[in-house]
Every structure is written in structure tokens, then in C-alpha cells.
């Protein structure tokens, strides 16, 4: 499995991708892109349908969570929990995508983690430079998040929410209007 590109293009990022994840998320990578080379435009961009429409639902939910004042926020432990639960789901759709735009930038080369997937996109011009910061963090994480690396406790989590919040909704309006929606 070596990589297409050139060794040190870009600087590694630790961001913890697990090998097994790493795994799974390079399967999904080619195949995505392998999708987008075979088959017609319209048939590859329904494709984005359903992944939009599930991160629509998660931002749905975490707006709510967001809305709520922060002693309320504090006050309720299961509020913490449902929030940092959406938002690991929302941050797995928006890896997911990165597979999407990689078929649609028809993107050569592989990543070695998923903070450098965001970079491959950003330097391909698929994603904005200026939400960088955003994308790497998602990526670290997520990685935390999944592993259970990282305790949240509910301050962090409110903290975390309103952070990565207008992001993932700038994300899905990228997404949007590549389906047209």
C-alpha cells in the first residue's frame, strides 16, 4: 500500500487515526473515486443526497442543543451527552463527504490519516483554505471521540458545540449546493 504521492508533500498530521479506520476510510476513499470516473454526473451526485439529508438532521438536532441556555445546558447531564453524541455523528458525515468531493476533485493520492484527507482537499481547492482549523480539529476530534480517548465533560461539550457548529453549517451549505438543493 504505498502512497501515489510523492513522500513529504504534505507534513504528516497526528490526528490518531486508528489503522483499522484508516482502513475502512481509504476503502470508501477509492471507491468513491472509482464511482465518480465510471459512472454519469447525475448518478455520482445522487449519491450526496442521503449523506446531506443525515448531516441536515444531526445539525437539526444540535442547533437545539445550542439554543439552550448554559445553566440549563450544564443542569441536564443527558443534554451533554446527546449533544457530543450529534456531534461525533456529524463529524463522521462530514469524513464521509471528504470520499465524495475526493471522486468529484478526482483526487490522486492517498491519504495517511483523516486530517490529511481535509488537506488533499483543501489543496485541490474541494474545501475552503480558511476553514483548515476547523477540518484538522474535526478530524482530532472525532479520532478522540471514537476511541474514548477523551473525557468530555459538559462544559467542554457546550464549548465544543458552539465551536464547530457554524462550521459544520458552512459544510453543509458547501454540500448543498453541489446537490443542487
Known sequence: MAPLRQAGRLP??????????????????????????????????VRLVPLLARMEEHLTVLRLHAAVPAGAFLAEPWRAEAARHRLFLAFVAVIDSTKWLAGRARLRGRPRSLAEAFDLLIQAGALPPEQRRFYLGLARLRNGI????????????????????????????????????
Open 12 to 45: 504528516a498530521a497526528d490526528d490518531r487515526t486508528s489503522r483499522e479506520d484508516l482502513a475502512v476510510f481509504l476503502a470508501g476513499w477509492r471507491r468513491h473515486r472509482a464511482w465518480a470516473m465510471r459512472e454519469e454526473p447525475f448518478l455520482y451526485d
Open 146 to 181: 471514537a476511541h474514548e480517548a477523551v473525557a468530555l465533560p459538559p462544559r467542554k461539550v457546550r464549548a465544543l458545540l458552539r465551536f464547530h457548529l457554524p462550521g459544520l453549517e458552512a459544510h453543509a451549505a458547501l454540500l448543498r449546493r453541489f446537490s443542487g438543493v
